[in-house]
């Protein structure tokens, strides 16, 4: 069971992720759902990762049924391979770590694509995150796989309030972005 902390209003909530009553009862309150959920990769795992791609079915039936129509999500970047992707992602941290989860990551950004038309979505793909302090520079975005001339890691309050601002602004609608802080 997948167990996550929702922030609603002032209150903290503790939900099965994947419970869709829970979530539903939960998003009557709410005008949009931001997604930041992950699960950390492991080393040559055989274990198929299934949480963005399932959780996300999850998520936008419960939107759906609670009438909001905003979601906010990130995923990563590369999350597909495509020509121009860095060589050491492609074959050092796919193959090694990373694999399973950008696959199932490029399995989530396919659904919204083609099954929620019907929602407004934003999918950002960020390159590494850190912990520091926001860096107080502008983010850049691109409809791509990775933002070329940025730095490979943002601090994660950099990625929350490029976040908060697709919440307002209708700029990234119903797209799939990279994004990141320039070098």
Known sequence: MTMVHAHIGEGVLKVNILNEDDLTENFKQCDVVISCLGTPPSWLSLTPVTLYLGSMKVITSAMRKAGVKKVVRMSSMCSKSEPGNPVWVEWVLKPLTLGKLLQNMAQMEDYLTSQCSDLDFTVMRPPGLKNDPSSGKRN??????????????????????????????SLWLKKIIAIGVPK
């Open 140 to 169: 850049d975005a691109c409809e791509s796989q990775f933002l070329a001339g940025a730095d490979w890691s943002m601090p994660r309050r950099d990625v929350a309030k490029f976040m908060l601002s697709c919440v307002v602004d």
